[in-house]
């Protein structure tokens, strides 16, 4: 007897339907799963059986041929043994086979028929909807993340309860989207903990407003790595729209809180060891690396230089275009990667070059090596780069260490320019200034009077790029939108060109700041 039950493979972080097509007739006893299976799929066989084995019924003692369609496409993991399992219970009369028509199944059994979650259920859930829609049965562990979709969604926790729901003897209660599934909580420091650094106070607020990419080079200790922690309490929330996205990104990775939407703003922060594949992406099957986990979000890596220079230039593609294709023999994969680069390096091996209070002790040809692990596309796609120095004692203990700002109403500012940008930008795809093509930096940000000589003086001086030029305006696009003006005023282009201060020719000369 011939059965066909829909389930769902995931593909980058889409779900593809797949048809499990199950044929049991006489003959030799014999279990094969044929259409590209993975090593998870094949070994389904075994949890099948004896998971309806444990289920109280017998397993058929003929000839059994799964086909996973279509069979050009690679299936991998253990989710489609809910699937199979089912078919094969319908091909043997213990399940009608209409009761089937109209559902899909996904999940992994356990050898007692119990169910277990599995990745990219968001992600399934929202292509059933697409697929007529369809009815989606799922492990009860998964029973929350399904439900943020908002399509019909029947929970199991046993194989058992699965196929009374589908005989109609014990229907299954449709899961419903879980309450509370507003903002998630935000952790981590306070600007207000940050003692001086007005200077990089200042571009890391700039940074979160309008989505720019952020460099920031100092001596050990002079506050680096706490400002980049500090950047997720001056976050917008995500939209609508993107918190479905991210929220999907993180389900197909494993890595979804509770099956809870994600309305934060998500923060990667690898350390410098991590691989190529766990940065960019990779692996059998394909899966999102911390780029695409940091999508819409904060990407922070720190000791920049001691990341592997294939890894940091494999960067540069995703930072100008928001997406990283992953092409492999066996397979091709797309996944969204627009995440805020925020990175921070010291000066030099020894971390002291161009400190006022300690000499380096690097040679000068160490300083050099060091700093060309860095290159010159790779620094140009940072489009704010600031050199922090120690802070002075008296900045720290003295009458003025209490009165930097907290995040809360730095938050409000960010938020409000954020808006205007929304506003601004409304119906074309970016939604932030960083995100503006170069047709629209050309129209929406014109330069004031006198900017013209001011720009042609940078780029002679400091030997910007055509790509840096045109970041100097967006940044300078948001630092008027801070102000709530609606046009580039002189003094924020001057601002944005100082956060140019550690481009090409400074990074590889004094890596002091530099002026116009």
């Given at each position: 007897m011939f059965v066909r039950v829909l389930s769902f493979a995931l593909d980058g972080i889409t779900a593809l339907p797949v048809a499990v097509e199950v044929?049991?007739?006489?003959?030799?006893?014999?279990?094969?799963?044929?259409?590209?299976?993975?090593?998870?799929?094949?070994?389904?066989?075994?949890?099948?059986?004896?998971?309806?084995?444990?289920?109280?019924?017998?397993?058929?003692?003929?000839r059994i041929t799964v086909n996973l369609a279509p069979a050009h496409t690679r299936k991998a993991g253990a989710g489609f043994d809910l699937a199979v399992a089912l078919g094969v219970?319908?091909?043997?009369?213990?399940?009608?086979r209409e009761a089937l028509q109209g559902t899909a199944v996904?999940?992994?059994?356990?050898?007692?028929?119990?169910?277990?979650?599995?990745?990219?259920?968001?992600?399934?859930?929202?292509?059933a909807q697409g697929e007529g829609p369809l009815a989606l049965l799922v492990p009860a562990a998964n029973r929350d993340e399904a439900a943020l979709a908002g399509g019909v969604i029947f929970p199991a926790g046993h194989l058992q309860e699965a196929a009374d729901h589908l005989t109609g003897r014990t229907p299954l209660a449709r899961a419903l989207p879980p309450a509370g599934s507003g903002e998630s909580e935000r952790t981590g420091p306070d600007?207000?903990?940050?003692?001086?650094?007005?200077?990089?106070?200042?571009?890391?607020?700039?940074?979160?407003?309008?989505?720019?990419?952020?460099?920031?080079?100092?001596?050990?200790?002079?506050?680096?790595?706490?400002?980049?922690?500090?950047?997720?309490s001056i976050l917008p929330p995500l939209q609508a729209d993107e918190s479905l996205e991210v929220s999907r990104i993180h389900s197909v990775a494993g890595l979804l809180p509770g099956g809870r939407l994600l309305?934060?703003?998500?923060?990667?922060?690898?350390?410098?060891?991590?691989?190529r594949s766990a940065i960019l992406g990779g692996g059998t099957p394909l899966r999102p690396g911390e780029v695409t986990l940091a999508h819409r979000g904060v990407l922070f890596l720190d000791e920049l230089p001691e990341f592997r220079r294939d890894v940091l230039e494999g960067l540069r593609q995703p930072l100008e275009e928001g997406r990283i294709l992953l092409s492999r023999a066996h397979?091709?994969?797309?996944?969204?990667?627009?995440?805020?680069?925020?990175?921070a390096a010291n000066p030099c091996p020894c971390g002291f070059f161009g400190d006022s209070t300690r000499e380096c002790s690097c040679p000068g040809a160490s300083v050099t090596l060091y700093r060309a692990r860095l290159s010159g596309p790779l620094m140009d796609r940072f489009d704010l780069q600031v050199f922090m120095s120690p802070v002075p004692y008296e900045q720290v203990v003295g009458p003025a260490s209490g009165k930097t700002e907290p995040s809360a109403a730095i938050r409000e500012r960010v938020c409000r320019a954020r808006v205007r940008q929304l506003e601004r930008l409304r119906g074309s795809g970016a939604a932030c200034n960083a995100e503006m093509s170069a047709g629209q930096v050309r129209h929406l940000c014109r330069l004031p009077p006198g900017g013209d000589s001011l720009m042609r003086l940078a780029m002679e001086r400091m030997g910007l790029s055509l790509r840096a030029h045109d970041k100097v305006l967006?940044?300078?696009?948001?630092?008027?939108?801070?102000?709530?003006?609606?046009?580039?005023?002189l003094q924020h282009l001057a601002e944005a060109l100082q956060y140019r201060s550690l481009d090409r020719r400074n990074w590889a000369g004094s890596g002091r700041l530099g002026a116009v």
């Open positions: 044929d049991v007739s006489p003959g030799i006893p014999q279990f094969d799963i044929v259409g590209l299976p993975d090593a998870a799929v094949r070994e389904s066989r075994e949890r099948v059986r004896a998971a309806i084995r444990n289920g109280g019924w017998d397993f058929p003692a003929q219970l319908s091909a043997t009369g213990h399940i009608p996904v999940g992994e059994l356990a050898l007692d028929g119990s169910l277990r979650p599995v990745r990219g259920v968001l992600a399934m859930a929202l292509a600007l207000a903990d940050v003692k001086g650094q007005a200077v990089a106070r200042r571009a890391l607020e700039v940074a979160a407003a309008g989505g720019h990419n952020l460099f920031m080079i100092g001596a050990p200790g002079a506050g680096k790595s706490l400002l980049a922690r500090c950047l997720p309305y934060a703003r998500p923060y990667r922060a690898p350390h410098h060891c991590a691989s397979s091709n994969a797309s996944f969204p990667a627009r995440p805020m680069l925020v990175a967006k940044v300078a696009r948001t630092i008027a939108d801070l102000a709530d003006v609606d046009a580039i005023e």
